[in-house]
C-alpha cells in the first residue's frame, strides 16, 4: 500500500504496479479502452482483496502507532545517551524521524567487534540486526570504483536495536544495558 500526497509519485506507482500497462483490466471492463500498452518496465504488485484490508485496518491504528514509536525512541535516546563509544544517527533532529528501526553506529570500532558486541547481547537475549549496507559493494555496482571511508565506517560497525510501538520503557532499559555491558 503507498499513500503519497505527489501526484506524479502516486501516477508512477499506479504505472509501475502493473508491469508498466496504461490501463488495468478493471478499467478496461468498466468502460474505458480495450487496449493498452506497456510504457515502462514494471512489475506485479497489484493488491489483492485480503492483503487491502488489513492494509485498511492497520491505517486506523498508524498515527497511535508512530506516536509510541516517537516515545520509544526517545526513551532510547535518553539511554543510549549515556554510554560512551556509539553515536546515534540523528539523535537531535527536530524534523519528522521515520522511527523504524533504532540504529546506533560504534564509534572507534571494527567489523569483528561490532560482531563480538551482537554476540554477547544474542546471549543475553537481545536481538539485533545490521542494516545500511554499503551498495557500493553489492555486485550489480562492482565495475564502478568508489572510495567511500565514510559509507564504509558506518556499514560496518553500524547495529540495529529493537524497535516497535510497544516497547516497554523496562526493555529499553534492558537493552540499553545489555549494550552497554556488551561493549567492555
Request: hydrophobic content about 35%.
Amino acid at each position: 500500500m503507498l499513500i503519497t500526497k505527489n501526484e506524479e509519485y502516486a501516477k508512477r506507482a499506479r504505472l509501475l504496479r502493473s508491469h508498466g500497462m496504461t490501463t488495468m483490466s478493471y478499467q478496461r471492463a468498466s468502460g474505458h479502452s480495450t487496449t493498452y500498452d506497456v510504457v515502462d518496465l514494471g512489475y506485479n504488485f497489484r493488491m489483492d482483496d485480503i492483503r487491502a484490508s488489513i492494509g485498511i485496518v492497520q491505517l486506523k491504528k498508524l498515527l497511535n502507532d508512530l506516536e509510541k514509536r516517537i516515545l520509544v525512541r526517545e526513551k532510547y535516546v535518553e539511554n543510549l545517551s549515556k554510554i560512551e563509544g556509539i553515536i546515534i544517527p540523528f539523535k537531535d533532529n527536530s524534523e519528522f524521524v521515520s522511527n523504524y528501526i533504532m540504529p546506533i553506529v560504534l564509534h572507534d570500532s571494527t567489523v569483528e567487534k561490532r560482531e563480538r558486541i551482537r554476540k554477547k547481547m544474542h546471549e543475553a537475549g537481545v536481538q539485533t540486526s545490521v542494516h545500511y549496507p554499503s551498495i557500493h559493494r553489492f555486485s550489480i555496482y562492482k565495475e564502478y570504483s568508489a572510495t567511500l571511508s565514510m559509507t564504509e565506517y558506518v556499514s560496518d560497525n553500524e547495529i540495529t536495536l529493537p524497535m516497535y510501538a510497544s516497547l516497554k520503557e523496562e526493555d529499553i532499559v534492558f537493552v540499553s544495558d545489555t549494550l552497554k555491558k556488551s561493549m567492555l
